[in-house]
C-alpha cells in the first residue's frame, strides 16, 4: 500500500513527520477501498510507505507509535 500526501506535507522525512504529528490529510488510492482521512485518526501500529503526489519524487516508510510518527 502507498499512501499520497501533498507535496507542501513532505518537504523533507522531517517535515513530513511534523505534517503527520499535526495530523495532515493521508490518502489511500487503492481500488479497492479508496480512503482519504487525517493522520491522527489512523491507529496505533499502523505502517505504510508514503510519497508526495502528484510528483513521487519522495517515499519513505511510516509508522505510528504510542509515542507519535516514524518516519525512516
Known sequence: MTLIVK??????????????DAGCLVHEPSMMGEWTRTA?????GFRGVVTNHPLRTKFAKIERTPGGWKVS
Open 7 to 20: 507535496p507542501q506535507d513532505y518537504p523533507s522525512k522531517k517535515g513530513l513527520k511534523e505534517a503527520l
Open 40 to 44: 491522527d485518526l489512523l491507529p496505533v
